[in-house]
C-alpha cells in the first residue's frame, strides 16, 4: 500500500523503537489490517499448534440466509453466532483464533525455555530469562515505579528549552520514546537502495489527530475521559490530585496544539505528502528554538547532514511549543509521556489504569488478557527471530515453503495477463508495470539471515530492565543503517507473525510462517476454497503494488511517476468508482466507511480476488469437478473467500477503527467485492434487483 506496508491485517504493538519510519507507515494504513493466511499444511503438519478447522467449514455458514442478499452472512453467520467475543479482545475473528493458537503454541516454547527442559543454548536462554522476569508480577508490583522514577524526578523542576534536546535524546533510545517526535532510518524515498534519517512527528496519546479536533458529543466524551485518565497516572506516580488535574490540562492543551499540525489519515496514504528531503542546517531553520547539534550529539547521530522530515508542519508546532509553553507545562507533558510510555511495564496499578482507558474505554475489552499473552507476545516483539527460528524448527516444513511460492508465481502469473490485456493502459506504462511485477521478490516463512542478539543483555528477574535493554538494541541497530545500502533480507514481522504484507520501497511480499496453517489454508480439502483464501491473500497483497500508493513507487522501489497522465486518469476514475461504492456502507452507528482511507484495501481486496479466480480457473482447466457438501466449485471458492474474513467487534472497537484503520469491516470485505463480480452472480444463480448484484460494478485490476 504504497508508502506505508501494507497488509491485509491491523497491525498491532508493533515495537515502536523498530524501525520508527515503517511503523509509522503503518500508522498511515493500519494495516496495517487483517491477519494474513496461507499455505499448504500437509497431513500432521502444525499437530498441536492449533485446533484443525477446515479452510471451508460448513459448520460455520448459515445456510438459511439468502447468498444474493447477503453473503456475508451466508459464509459467515454460524461462525458468528458460535464465537462470542472473548472478555478480554475488543474483537474476535477467524484470524484472531489462529493467532490465539500460534500464541499458545509459543507460550510452551517459552515455558521449557524458563524452566530449562528444552535444549539449552545463548537465544532460548534469552527467550526464557525474558518470559519468565515477565511472569513474576510479584516483582515488577515491588518495583512499582521505581524504574522510572529517577527520569521522573529530573523533571521535577520544570523543562528548560536549555536541557530539553538531551532529555529527549536520552528517552529517544529507550522504551518511553514516544514524548514530541521520533527519529529513524528508512529508505530514501528518492533512492531506495539507501538508507537516511526520518524525523516523524510523534507524542499524541489519543490514537489520532481527529479525537482532539472533532467537535462531536462522542468525541467531547472521549477527551474528557483521556484527560481523566492522564491525571490519575499522574496521582499515581505520586503528584497531589490538584497538581495532576493542572498537569493534564496542560497535556491536553499541547497534545491539541500538535494534532492540530499532524496529517490525517488520508493525507499520509500519499508519499509525496511525507517526503520532504532537508539538510540538517535546514532543519535546524525549520525549528529555531531546539537545539538538533546537542540532541543529535547525544544520539551519536553528529555525522548526519541528510534527513527527510515527513510532517515540517508539525515540527513547526513543535517549535512554537517550546517556545510558548511554561517550562513546567513542558515537563507536565515529558512526564506524562515517559509514564504513558511505561505503564504497561510497571505494577498492577499503573497496567490497570492504562487498560482502564486503552483498553475498555477506547475499545470496549471487558477485562485484561492473561499475561501470559502479554509476555509470549513482548518476547515474540523484542527477540523476535529468536523465538522465531524455535518456531519454524517445529512448525513449518521446506514442502510448506514450497508450495506456498508456487502458489504465490501463479497469481504474479495472472496479474501479468491482466496487465497485459488492460484496454485502458497504454503500452508505455505497460512495460513499466510489468518490469515492476517481475521485480517483485517473494520471501516465505522466514528470512534467509538470523537475526543476532549476542550483544542484547537478558538479565534473569529484571524485566523493566530487559524491556528497556530491547527497546534501546533495536533503535541502535535502525540507526546504524543510516548511509549504508538496503538490507534486502531484512524481514519487518518475525516468523510465528499470523498476518503478511507487501513493502513498496523493497518490492517484496512477505508471509511468515505463522500464517501458513489451517484454516487459512488446508491441503485436505479442494483447490477451490484455498484459492479463494489464499490465492486472495496473494492477490491481495500483489496488487498493494499497483494500488493507488504502490504504484508511485517504480520497480526498484523509488518514489517515480511512471504512468502516462492519461493512464493516470484511467486509474483514478476506475478507483473512484470503488471510493463511491464504500462510502455508502456504515461501519456503526452513523460512521460510514472513510472510503479514501480505506481505498487501498478495498482496491488490493477486489484485484486479488479476481486474480485468485483467474488462478484457479486455470489450475483446474480441464478438470471435472463435481459438488461438494451441496456446493458448486464456483460456490465453494466464493464461501472459501469470505470464511476468512468471519468476525464479531464490539462497537466501540469499530468507531476506532472508522477513524484510524484502512481496511473496511469483513462484511464489506466480503459483500463489497462479489458485488463487482459476474463470476459470483453466476455461481449463486442471483439476479437484478437482489443486494448482491450491482448495476454499475467497479474493477481497476
Known amino acids: 500500500m504504497g508508502v506505508v506496508v501494507a497488509s491485509r491485517r491491523l497491525a498491532t504493538n508493533a515495537t515502536k523503537g523498530a524501525n520508527v519510519v515503517k511503523s509509522y ?11 494474513l493466511a496461507f499455505l499448504g499444511l500437509g497431513a500432521g503438519a502444525h499437530a498441536g499448534v492449533t485446533e484443525y478447522t477446515p479452510s471451508l ?51 510452551r516454547i517459552l515455558e521449557a525455555a524458563s524452566d530449562g527442559t528444552s535444549v539449552r543454548s545463548e537465544s532460548t536462554q534469552k527467550i526464557g530469562d525474558f518470559y519468565a522476569a515477565c511472569m513474576n508480577t510479584d516483582a515488577i508490583d515491588r518495583a512499582a515505579d521505581a524504574p522510572v522514577r529517577p527520569r521522573l524526578d529530573s523533571l521535577s523542576r520544570g523543562m528548560s528549552a536549555s536541557d530539553l534536546p538531551k532529555w529527549l535524546a536520552q528517552s529517544h533510545g529507550g522504551v518511553a520514546n514516544q514524548a514530541f517526535f521520533q527519529v529513524g532510518a528508512s529508505q530514501d524515498f528518492g533512492d531506495a537502495s539507501s538508507v537516511i534519517a526520518f524525523v516523524v512527528a510523534g507524542g499524541l496519546g489519543l490514537p489520532d489527530r481527529d479525537y482532539y479536533l472533532d467537535k462531536d458529543e462522542r468525541s467531547r466524551k472521549m477527551r474528557a475521559a483521556y484527560h481523566d485518565h492522564v491525571s490519575r497516572i499522574f496521582v499515581l506516580s505520586g503528584e497531589s490530585p490538584v497538581s495532576a488535574e493542572r498537569d493534564a490540562v496542560a497535556v491536553m492543551r499541547i497534545e491539541t496544539q500538535l494534532a492540530k499540525a ?5 493525507e499520509m496514504r500519499d508519499p509525496k505528502k511525507l517526503n520532504h528531503r532537508m539538510s540538517v542546517h535546514d532543519l535546524q531553520r525549520l525549528t529555531p528554538h531546539f537545539d538538533w547539534d546537542a540532541y543529535l550529539g547525544e544520539r551519536a547521530l553528529s555525522s548526519l547532514s541528510i534527513v527527510n522530515v515527513t510532517e515540517p508542519a508539525f515540527l513547526r508546532s513543535f517549535d512554537k511549543v517550546i517556545s510558548q ?32 482507558f486503552y483498553g475498555k474505554t477506547l475499545r470496549g475489552q471487558a477485562e485484561e488478557k492473561p499475561r501470559w499473552k502479554t509476555c509470549v507476545g513482548l518476547v515474540d516483539q523484542r527477540l523476535g527471530d529468536a523465538l522465531g527460528r524455535e518456531f519454524v524448527a517445529q512448525a513449518f516444513s521446506s514442502e510448506q515453503k514450497q ?88 524481514w519487518m514481522m518475525t516468523p510465528p507473525t499470523v498476518n ?74 476506475r478507483s473512484q468508482c470503488i471510493v463511491d461504492q464504500y462510502a455508502n456502507y456504515v461501519v456503526v452507528d452513523d460512521i460510514h466507511i472513510n472510503s479514501r482511507l480505506t481505498l487501498g484495501e478495498d482496491a488490493a481486496d477486489l484485484g486479488g480476488l ?31 473467500y469470505a470464511q476468512w474474513a468471519c468476525e464479531n467487534t464490539r462497537p466501540e472497537n469499530d468507531r476506532l477503527h472508522a477513524r484510524t484503520d484502512p481496511h473496511s469491516p469483513g462484511r464489506y470485505r466480503v459483500n463489497g467485492l462479489v458485488v463487482n463480480m459476474p463470476e459470483f452472480e453466476k455461481a449463486f444463480a442471483c439476479h437484478r434487483g437482489q443486494a448482491m448484484v450491482r448495476e454499475n460494478r467497479c474493477r481497476v485490476w
Open 500 to 573: 503478511a504484507y507487501y513493502d513498496p520501497q523493497m518490492n517484496d511480499i512477505n508471509f511468515p510462517a505463522g500464517v501458513l496453517q489451517p484454516p487459512l489454508y488446508d491441503a485436505h480439502l479442494d483447490d477451490a476454497p484455498n484459492y479463494g483464501d489464499t490465492g486472495g491473500t496473494i492477490g491481495h497483497e500483489l496488487t498493494h503494488g499497483f494500488d493507488d500508493e504502490g504504484r508511485q513507487f517504480d520497480a526498484e522501489g523509488n518514489l517515480r511517476d511512471w504512468w502516462k497522465p492519461e493512464d493516470a486518469k484511467e486509474f483514478e476514475a
Open 262 to 266: 499532524s496529517l490525517t489519515r488520508v
Open 325 to 356: 509553553e511554561r517550562p513546567q507545562a513542558i515537563a507536565a507533558y515529558l512526564r506524562w509521556h515517559l509514564l504513558h510510555g511505561a505503564a504497561a511495564h510497571l505494577s498492577s496499578a499503573y497496567r490497570a489504569e492504562n487498560f482502564a
Open 25 to 35: 507507515r503503518r500508522l498511515a494504513m493500519r494495516s496495517a489490517t487483517l491477519w
Open 57 to 107: 467449514d460448513v459448520a460455520s455458514m448459515d445456510r438459511g440466509v439468502d447468498p444474493c442478499e447477503d453473503f456475508y452472512q451466508y459464509a459467515c453467520g454460524g461462525w458468528r453466532a458460535n464465537n462470542p467475543i472473548p472478555p478480554d479482545q475488543a474483537g474476535w475473528s477467524v484470524y484472531a483464533k489462529l493467532d490465539q493458537g500460534n500464541m499458545e503454541f509459543l507460550k
Open 403 to 490: 508450495a506456498t511460492l508456487r502458489m504465490t508465481q501463479q497469481i504474479e502469473t495472472e496479474m501479468r495477463k491482466d496487465i497485459e490485456s488492460l484496454s485502458w493502459m497504454s503500452a508505455d506504462t505497460k512495460r513499466e508495470a510489468l518490469r515492476k511485477l517481475d521485480a517483485v521478490v517473494n520471501k516465505i516463512g522466514y528470512p534467509d539471515r538470523w537475526r543476532d542478539y549476542s550483544a542484547l543483555e537478558v538479565r534473569p528477574g529484571d524485566y523493566y530492565g530487559n524491556v528497556d535493554r530491547s527497546e534501546a538494541f533495536e533503535i541502535r541497530r535502525q540507526l546504524s543503517k543510516i548511509g549504508k545500502p538496503v538490507d534486502k533480507l531484512e
Open 610 to 640: 479476481i486474480l485468485a479466480y483467474n488462478a484457479w480457473k486455470e489450475q483446474t482447466r480441464g478438470q471435472e469437478l463435481a459438488p461438494i457438501e451441496g456446493m458448486t466449485p464456483d460456490q465453494r471458492f466464493f464461501v472459501g
